[in-house]
């Protein structure tokens, strides 16, 4: 009996281990099957700097070039521009034999210069076919005539689980077609980087350099796009969803992801708006304001109006309005079903172009500094009353050189309040060129001013 006992016991201790271990063998075989069709990518960069002025500039500008014991003039300083390349890196994959590779647009914004390596150590300049600032997606290609390109299978993020396994692949600091392993952690993510968030989270491990490459299910399917990181975590990757690729493919393969849009400020429904509008839950996207002139306006929509249907099919939130808008093409006709008070309206609208981060194959160089509109949940986290995000400066500016960033918020221009991206573009647009442009900026809780020449 005590052998027999002891033999169960065993039994049901090998049954338990067997229980919890359920994860994969190994990585070895999804590794062999899929890293030839991951590449690495560097990319350079030519930037221009001025540099400060010296003492001997200030003693020439008052005393002239002939003043004694000046020196002769030097070439790196006085305000003088001087070029100078950046390098950096990132991965990607191919999605095609014809060379098309799938990265982030940050990998490759503005690069004078793209170098795509192959495993087999093949090297070959790309183009870029077309970027999305607001996904964060690029697309590029590479012509390698007589080179067999291997390529990866899209999956379905929609079938992906919170604690699949999955493998990054990619190149972290430079260390060529490294591997890590992880599980997606969560879905839905929203890390305040644009208004179309909504990222896979895993816990394998992603590092600079991972950026653009593919994470990847146990069937050897990429589900999602290896993108950002939080450096204060540990475990936190924040990956794009393949699926989310898929829908912007045909657009960005054209050169240019072109989105719907409406002209509305949109906001979530608690429960309190609930009650206070007089419904039964708290779903829905509650119309904020409606910029005059655009397509929202001219269909008759109306501020304090609660969207509840697109087309026929139920809306959660306002989060969900903007991603389903944005989606659609400018001039498809959309229907809107509202609640107005007590009543249900249909509401037919053509929409019209989302201007701010439209992608295009190369950067529209009469745009120093692009700016996108606030939603009312980041001007009440501010408590400001209006202004406009900063969502890109040229590098080559004067606008870059005294201080703006991204991410910055400019609440006013040459003293007068901007409200929206009319609002400010009309203001911007009325400084002529060379003329002083001052910006009131709003940067992690603190205000201050930013003057300089306009380009």
Not at 84 to 92: A, D, F, H, N, Q
Not at 411 to 424: G, I
Request: aromatic residues 6%; contains cysteine.
């Amino acid at each position: 009996m005590k052998r027999l006992t002891a033999l169960i016991i065993v039994i049901f201790c090998i049954s338990l281990t067997s229980a919890f271990a359920s994860g994969p063998d190994g990585f070895s075989d999804i590794y062999k099957q899929t890293k030839d069709a991951v590449v690495n990518i560097s990319t350079t960069k030519v930037v221009k700097r001025k540099f400060r002025q010296s003492p001997e500039d200030l003693f020439r500008k008052f005393f002239g070039d002939n003043f004694p014991g000046m020196p002769d003039n030097h070439p790196d300083v006085g305000g003088k521009e001087k070029e100078y390349k950046t390098s950096s890196l990132g991965s990607g994959f191919i999605i095609d034999r014809s060379g098309l590779i799938v990265t982030n647009n940050h990998v490759v914004e503005e690069a004078d210069e793209i170098i795509v390596k192959l495993n087999d150590e093949h090297e070959f300049d790309a183009t870029v076919i077309g970027r999305d600032p607001l996904t964060d997606l690029a697309l590029i290609k590479i012509d390698a005539e007589g080179v067999y390109l291997k390529t990866l299978e899209l999956g379905d993020s929609e079938r992906a689980d919170i604690g699949d396994w999955v493998v990054a692949i990619g190149n972290p600091l430079g260390l060529e077609w490294t591997i890590t392993a992880g599980i997606i952690s969560a879905k839905g993510r929203e890390l305040g980087n644009g208004p179309y968030d909504n990222f896979l989270q895993t816990d394998a491990s992603i590092n600079p350099g991972n950026s653009g490459g593919p994470l990847i299910n146990m069937d050897g399917e990429v589900v999602a796009i290896n993108t950002a990181i939080i450096p204060s975590g540990q475990g936190l990757g924040f990956a794009i969803p393949v699926n989310m690729l898929k829908e912007l493919l045909p657009k960005l393969k054209t050169g240019s992801v072109k989105r719907g849009w409406l002209g509305v400020s949109v906001q979530s429904i608690n429960e309190k708006l609930a009650k206070g509008f007089g419904l039964k839950d708290a779903r829905g996207a509650l119309i904020a304001d409606v910029t005059k002139g655009d397509p929202a306006d001219k269909a008759g929509v109306q501020a304090g109006d609660v969207v509840i249907k697109i087309n026929g099919k139920e809306i959660e939130d306002s989060r969900e309005l903007v991603n389903k808008i944005g989606r659609m093409s400018p001039n498809e006709v959309v229907t809107l079903t509202v609640l107005r008070g007590k009543k249900q309206k249909d509401i037919k609208v053509t929409l019209g172009e989302r201007k701010d981060g439209v992608a295009k194959s190369e950067p529209n160089k009469d745009s120093p500094v692009i700016v996108e509109n606030l939603t009312p949940d980041e001007l009440s986290a501010l408590s400001i009353s209006g202004g406009v995000k900063v969502a890109g400066v040229k590098e080559t500016t004067n606008a870059y050189e005294a201080g703006l960033r991204r991410g910055m918020v400019v609440v006013s221009v040459n003293h007068e309040q901007v409200t929206n991206v009319s609002d400010f573009e009309k203001k911007y647009g009325e400084v002529k060129k060379g003329e002083v442009v001052v910006l009131q900026v709003y940067s992690r809780g603190n205000t201050n001013f930013i003057a300089y020449d306009k380009d």
